[in-house]
């Protein structure tokens, strides 16, 4: 990836394939690739792939007619300072999730990170209720939850989403990627037996909340306990705000030396560093990937047997081979 265009090239950089069907000038007319977290290919299937191809034929036939989209400024990988002292420099091969991840340190460094935007790049659809077939592209298999509430229903073609033309998956993720994190209704158009009609889903809290396991970026700060969130009754017996991000811990992980030695099954955390409500965050571990430093400390109020300690935290930083 060292001379390509990322800026032009641009897509999650951590899918395992990803097709741009284009011309010879460059002009994108479409994408093929995306996943989720429960696999690499959930989303690739030959026959959408054909389907694609096929699209992208008569896209380029009736090229002529196209509207010119604006080119991105040029990005190359020479560009990313980390990268280029950490890769380039040293002789090495310049991959496509090393290019992710040293962005995101520049940005960590500069402080513009934007943890819901940049950690989580690829919200997942199935989590405002929108399961493709996915052998036939972007037609629904099933809808459910906020997408079915909405008029939704199998059977159904997605055409655009908020006014852009989409024709597949890859298309539909890389600009549902896009919408701010702060948005609350998401615009779509489909075909239903042969008539067109638009249809706006109502996103709930954190639809762009996604598992980031298989991504490991540096800058995502790792605790290495899990925890469920406290219902809104046991926040009222606990006298904690609405908003509060408590949640009981499920699972320490064995190595719990490098989180918080003290901390157990069972144990109700609270707080982190004096706060015990936000906006976004459900989960203490949430509130610490938006808020905190990878690799920094925080401190945790923990609640065990009806007693209030605090517990030191020592998040880790991860690191690529490289």
């Known amino acids: 990836?060292?001379?390509?265009?990322?800026?032009?090239?641009?897509?999650?950089?951590?899918?395992?394939?990803?097709?741009?069907?284009?011309?010879?000038?460059?002009?994108?007319?479409?994408?093929?690739?995306?996943?989720?977290?429960?696999?690499?290919?959930?989303?690739?299937?030959?026959?959408?792939?054909?389907?694609?191809?096929?699209?992208?034929?008569?896209?380029?036939?009736?090229?002529?007619?196209?509207?010119?989209?604006?080119?991105?400024?040029?990005?190359?990988?020479?560009?990313?300072?980390?990268?280029?002292?950490?890769?380039?420099q040293r002789g090495q091969c310049v991959e496509c999730h090393l290019i992710a991840d040293f962005q995101l340190q520049n940005?960590?460094?500069?402080?513009?990170?934007d943890p819901p935007a940049d950690l989580f790049p690829s919200p997942d659809i199935k989590t405002i209720g929108i399961e493709l077939d996915v052998p036939k592209g972007l037609v629904v298999g099933e809808a459910r939850g906020p997408a079915a509430d909405a008029g939704l229903t199998a059977g159904d073609t997605i055409t655009h989403l908020e006014g852009t033309r989409i024709r597949t998956f890859g298309d539909l993720q890389y600009r549902y990627g896009k919408l701010p994190r702060t948005a609350t209704k998401l615009r779509i158009a489909i075909q239903r037996a042969g008539q067109a009609r638009d249809v706006t889903i109502a996103l709930p809290p954190r639809w762009w909340y996604t598992d980031l396991n298989y991504r490991r970026w540096t800058t995502d700060p790792l605790v290495h306990f899990e925890t469920q969130p406290l219902s809104d009754a046991e926040k009222r017996e606990l006298g904690l705000p609405a908003l509060s991000f408590a949640g009981r811990v499920v699972q320490v992980e064995s190595f719990r030396d490098l989180a918080a030695p003290e901390l157990r099954k069972g144990d109700l955390i609270v707080g982190v560093d004096g706060a015990r409500e936000d906006a976004l965050a459900h989960t203490p571990e949430l509130f610490i990937k938006l808020h905190c430093r990878a690799g920094g400390k925080a401190t945790l109020s923990v609640i065990r047997n009806g007693k209030t300690f605090e517990s030191k935290l020592k998040t880790e930083r991860q690191s690529f081979r490289k």
């Not at 940005?107 to 990170?113: D, K, Y």
């Open 107 to 113: 940005r960590e460094a500069a402080g513009t990170l």
């Open 1 to 88: 990836m060292e001379t390509a265009d990322l800026g032009l090239f641009d897509y999650d950089r951590h899918n395992a394939l990803y097709y741009f069907i284009m011309n010879a000038d460059e002009q994108i007319y479409m994408r093929y690739g995306g996943r989720d977290s429960a696999s690499p290919d959930t989303y690739l299937n030959l026959r959408s792939l054909e389907l694609a191809l096929a699209e992208g034929l008569e896209l380029h036939r009736d090229r002529a007619s196209l509207p010119k989209a604006e080119r991105p400024k040029p990005l190359f990988a020479r560009e990313i300072p980390l990268l280029y002292e950490r890769t380039i």
